[in-house]
Structure formats: C-alpha cells, structure tokens
C-alpha cells in the first residue's frame, strides 16, 4: 500500500516525531511506501510531493515544525478540490492519506472521507490543546514550558522596575495554554476566552499586587474579550477557514492597567516563539505514539477515524466526532487558579 502524509494548519512541535513515526513502523512492520505532501491540503490539492521513506525521517525527531511544510489551505473551498485531490491520488498511487492536523485540517479530512470515499486517518495536533476528543494534543506541553520560562523570567524584571507585565499568549477560543502556563509560573491574573473579563477586577488585582510590594504579571490569552468591549482588536483579517485573526489584547490591557492604575505597564506578546523550536519529551513520547497508532489504523483499513489519548491509551474515534466540538477551558478549573489572582 502506499501512504501519503501531509501536516496541515498551524505548525507545532511533535509533527516531526509524528511522520517518523508512521513512516518508520509503516515501512519496517508492514512493507508500505510513502508519499509526503507538501503544504497541508495544498499538497494532494496541487500534487506537490515529496519522497518520503526511513533515510528521509532521519534525525528528525527533535525538530521543531514540519518537513512537509504546512498551510491553512481549504480545499473544500477550492475550483473542483475534491476532483483534483482525487486525481492526483490516483495519479500518485496513494491508497490512503494520513492527515495530521487540528480541527479544520481534520475537519477536512472527516468529509473527505464520510462523503467523498477518499480513506483517511487522522492524527491531531494544536498547541491550543483544544480539540475535544483527545485528553492531550501534542504542542501543548512544549508552549506551555515556553510560556512558563517566559512568565519567570518576566517576574524578575516586573519587580526590578515595579511595572505590571502582561504577557499575551497564544489561544483563540481556548485559554488552555494561558491557564496551564499562568498557575505553573505564579502568575497574578489569568485570562481567557471562555469567560469575559471586568477590567476593574483586573486592575483591582494588579494593585493589590503592587500594595504587597510586588510587581504583577497578567497572563492574557489572545482571544479574551473584557465584558465591556469588542474595540479592542486590531486586525480582522480571516483565514481561508473564515476564522478571524485575533491581536492586541495585551497591548490593549496594559493601556487601560496604566490609565487606571497609574503604574507603569509593559506588554510581551510571546506568538509564534510558542510553536517554534524543538519538541519537550512528552510531546515526543505523545507524537510518536499518535503516529504508531495512525500506521495501525491504516494497517487495518480502519478509515475516517482519528486517534487520541484518553488516559494512558491511545484509542481510535470518528473523524466527525473528533471535530464536532471545541474542548475550552471547565469554568471549575478556571475558578480553581482564582486563588492566586491579585
Ligand atoms: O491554532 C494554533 C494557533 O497557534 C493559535 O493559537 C493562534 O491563534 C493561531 O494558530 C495563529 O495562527 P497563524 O500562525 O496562522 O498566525
């Protein structure tokens, strides 16, 4: 059988360890070839491949983004982009597609393969850690340790210059990243998407902070909204997905911390250094076991599913149900880092 495997949407670390995987236990336990795709959907879309066998998965498992490179191609949205995909298969001999993505990438692959036959198996990946049928994505761990680091470090020069820092990490509709990464580096205040913030309560924190001879860092996620205000974003550019570019809350927040408060405010957006570099070890040891597992399932012929980790285990689920629902952040969880705010 021959394989292709495309890595598509945001990058993230562990995608690397992930196509070694499948293509390392593909070749040697089962006997298939492989076929990279180039770019995401863009790949089997346009026929842009690359040669993919072991030599070519050597000594990439601590790399950091994707030797296939990626995109946030829409082939659903494209000229005849279910015809042409099923062209260049055929033209390749591809039997069956790995697809390794988040929730548009997958969501792509689920009617690719419900209502256009072609075989697919999913393997999710997001640093946002926000996709609802698996306990973990890998990416995640490797932004938190990033985010964390940065919030440290970001403590001791608050303090030096007693200013409120904000650090704005990444996380549209799921303040994950900013929750995990805010109670491991003691931040002052978290805020995320899920639940809109009171800016006075903020400020209220922040103060608190100060009186107490310490300086505060507020962790914001990109897409928190205040209770009050839609004004504050800069940029409504959209993706071939139609999802909305989200930025300036940081910035946003440290202007309204200093007209209300009277200290000094600096702002550190952390973006993209959060998906860049190599993997931590546990988003290898979660990549490389998600990829072990998408060989077996395409092994079995076992298609239009997706793996995940629940528990300790890694278990297939239905592409479509792997994509149905958005995991945001429990408001049981969130109130639980409430104890540390201010
Ligand atoms: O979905 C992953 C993610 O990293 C989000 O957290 C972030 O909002 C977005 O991708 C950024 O996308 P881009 O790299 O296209 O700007």
Redesign the pocket.
């Known amino acids: 059988m021959r394989v292709g495997v495309l890595t598509g949407?945001?990058?993230?670390p562990g995608l690397n360890a992930v196509i070694r995987a499948v293509v390392r236990k593909g070749a040697q336990t089962y006997g298939h070839d492989f076929t990279g795709y180039r770019d995401g959907w863009r790949g089997p879309l346009e026929g842009r491949t690359v040669p993919l066998d072991v030599p070519a998965v050597r000594g990439i498992l601590p790399r950091g983004g994707t030797i296939l490179g990626s995109s946030?191609t829409n082939p659903l949205s494209a000229d005849g982009g279910v015809r042409r995909i099923k062209e260049n298969l055929a033209k390749d001999e591809v039997d069956a597609l790995v697809a390794i993505g988040?929730e548009d990438t997958l969501g792509v692959a689920a009617r690719l393969s419900d209502e256009y036959g072609i075989r697919c198996v999913g393997v999710p990946k997001?640093?946002?850690n926000d996709l609802s049928a698996t306990d973990y994505t890998f990416g995640f761990d490797t932004a938190v340790n990033i985010a964390t680091e940065a919030i440290d470090r970001l403590h001791t020069t608050a303090e030096s210059h007693m200013r409120a820092l904000v650090v704005e990490v990444?996380?549209?509709h799921a303040g994950w990243?900013a929750l995990h990464a805010g109670l491991a580096g003691g931040a002052n205040a978290i805020l995320i998407p899920e639940q809109r913030f009171d800016v006075d309560q903020v400020c209220a924190w922040v103060e608190s902070r100060f009186r107490t001879r310490y300086a505060p860092v507020v962790v914001v996620a990109?897409?928190a909204m205040p209770k009050d205000g839609e004004a504050v974003l800069k940029d409504d550019s959209r993706?071939s997905f139609g999802h909305v570019?989200?930025s300036g809350i940081g910035e946003w927040l440290a202007k309204r911390i200093e007209e209300r408060t009277g200290k000094e405010a600096r702002t550190t957006v952390l973006g993209?250094v959060?998906?860049g570099g190599t993997p931590s070890a546990f988003d290898r040891w979660l990549a490389t076991r998600f990829g072990l597992h998408a060989i077996d399932a395409v092994h079995e012929g076992d298609f239009g599913t997706m793996v995940a980790l629940r528990g300790t285990r890694i278990v297939r689920v239905p592409l479509t149900e792997a994509t149905a629902r958005l995991k945001t952040v429990d408001p049981a969880l969130y109130a639980e880092a409430g104890v540390f705010f201010g």
């Open positions: 949407g945001g990058d993230c946030r988040g997001t640093i946002d990444m996380g549209r990243i990109e897409g993706d570019r989200l993209h959060q998906r």
